[in-house]
């Protein structure tokens, strides 16, 4: 009998590459047959509540069938979950927000149960639904990314920025472009009080960068902040610089901690044509800036972009203003936030 620890085994040559491999498609296998229970799982609720609505209306039966088909059904399956009164009032309601089979099929079968009770439990359009799920699906979405996406009102803010893509950008980059920005942008999770400085809110977004890039949305990656040019032997610092995965290009961000005005577009202009001067590749796009300042008067912003000769966008942020109660208790404290801060020094 062999005693040698498995450690200890000399291993073939391209056994780590075939490994390897084989890790991978284990968990592919795993994820299809988890997608699988999941698809059928929500094709028989939906199907459950379907045959409710239906015999319901025809036949008139009353609430109270949910009640014992919820007895009845639990007595018949005591190792499977779901068969509360309370779930298969969802799954009615489920059926009754989606009449459309197919979509059920082959949209929303990919999503999990309670991403569907999500959708039910937030919104109150199918419009609105159709949105969230459709995000959902492309962006992989956990249930609890969801409501908060739901709760800060992401559709209502997607491509609201004021800006000049359409003119400066071709199509189809200047539509991914500016559905790729939103106004206002919501920085609850700094815990930051309207008061704070620029710099001490760019602190905090470094220190808090996950929630950061999930709320810029899908596609930026973090390039730097303070980013350092140098033009001419005289040095500037750009407050935030990403790159965007789809968009193939540098974004530059500029915070300002008061009202917009003309001027700052300027400063922020510059740092394009260096950033496209010296960082940009000859693969890449044409660098895109973002302006993010407390307020702005709307139409000032648009004057200020109309002969502007490069990609820029303006939008507004919010830092502790109308925070949905349901986040609250997660949000790191301001007591948290100046330790933070205190410690990066």
Known sequence: MNNTPVSLISVPEGYADWLMELKSRIHSAQQRATQAVNRELVL????????????QAEQGWGAKVIERLAHDLRTAFPDMQGFSPRNLKYMRAFAEAWPDAQFVQEVLAQLPWYHQLALLDKLDTPESRRWYAAKAIEHNWSRNILVMQIETR???????????FEQRLPAPQSDLARESLKDPYRFDFLGLSDEAQEREIENALVKHVTEFLLELGAGFAFVGRQVLLDVGGD????????????????????????????????????????????????HDNPTIGLLLCKSKNKVVAEYALRDNAQPLGIAEYKLLESLPESLQTSLPSIEQIERELEGGR
């Open 44 to 55: 028989l609720y939906w199907q459950i509540g379907r045959d409710i609505l239906a015999r």
């Open 154 to 164: 992401l559709l209502e803010r997607q491509g609201k920025t004021v800006n000049n």
């Open 235 to 282: 040095e500037f610092f750009i407050d935030l610089l990403f790159y965007h995965l789809k968009l193939r290009c540098y974004v530059v961000i500029e915070l300002k901690s008061g009202k917009f005005k003309p001027e700052h577009l300027g400063q922020l202009g510059f740092y394009l044509t260096a950033v496209d001067t010296q960082v940009k590749s000859e």
